[in-house]
T-cell receptor, first 113, second 113 residues
Framework: KAGVTQTPRYLIKTRGQQVTLSCSPI?????VSWYQQTPGQGLQFLFE???????NKGNFPGRFSGRQFSNSRSEMNVSTLELGDSALYLC????????????FGPGTRLTVL | GDSVTQMEGPVTLSEEAFLTINCTYT??????LFWYVQYPGEGLQLLLK?????DKGSNKGFEATYRKETTSFHLEKGSVQVSDSAVYFC????????????FGTGTLLAVQP
């Protein structure tokens, strides 16, 4: 069974630009969550999608948005990039319940110059 | 709000030493508790979990027991190997209709031969 895939793996952008990251969950998983990992703030929850609906949202500004498609693939978008958005963005997929294991992808490393 | 506190690292041990990484939590409900491990350049992998009080999670020689009375979920291993060198994250999900993981800050473990 293929794992969670994230594309691209690495991105370099400049301040003010926007970026779209993609996540393909494990086949059959309908829940996709996104996390931001930085040395200063650690792992922080961005949002969670289930069956194309946002179920939960973290404490991030409106520049961060996401969506989920009918095949459960998810994208997140960051507009008007700031230097502080440089981070590893991790996607996790799971089935339905919160007690199930969440499987993480390798992440997308975003660098904002 | 819910939170997880884990011991500061780095933790440096010699091979075959005993490992303990402390983790305590604050939650309003009855959370499920997890330990995740992150190897260099990779995403997170679930190491073990416990979903109710007094449950013991175990995997690959690692163990942790859900202690409701002390709100703790300490990670232990009797004999560490060089290959255990990684960052370890304690995390919780506070039940309900969400897969939102709340993470501790992570503890870097370095095992020397």
């Amino acid at each position: 069974k293929a794992g969670v895939t994230q594309t691209p793996r690495y991105l370099i952008k400049t301040r003010g630009q926007q970026v779209t990251l993609s996540c393909s969950p494990i086949s059959g998983h309908r829940s996709v969550s996104w996390y931001q990992q930085t040395p200063g703030q650690g792992l922080q929850f961005l949002f969670e999608y289930f069956s194309e609906t946002q179920r939960n949202k973290g404490n991030f500004p409106g520049r961060f948005s996401g969506r989920q498609f009918s095949n459960s693939r998810s994208e997140m978008n960051v507009s008007t990039l700031e230097l502080g958005d440089s981070a590893l963005y991790l996607c996790a997929s799971s089935t339905l319940t919160s007690k199930d294991e969440q499987f993480f992808g390798p992440g997308t490393r975003l660098t904002v110059l | 709000g819910d939170s997880v506190t884990q011991m500061e690292g780095p933790v440096t041990l010699s091979e075959e030493a005993f490992l303990t990484i402390n983790c305590t939590y604050t939650a309003t409900g009855y959370p499920s508790l997890f330990w995740y491990v992150q190897y260099p350049g990779e995403g997170l992998q679930l190491l073990l979990k416990a979903t109710k009080a007094d449950d013991k999670g175990s995997n690959k020689g690692f163990e942790a027991t859900y202690r409701k009375e002390t709100t703790s979920f300490h990670l232990e291993k009797g004999s560490v190997q060089v290959s255990d060198s990684a960052v370890y994250f304690c995390a919780l999900i506070d039940g309900g209709a969400t897969n939102k993981l709340i993470f501790g800050t992570g503890t870097l473990l370095a095992v020397q031969p």
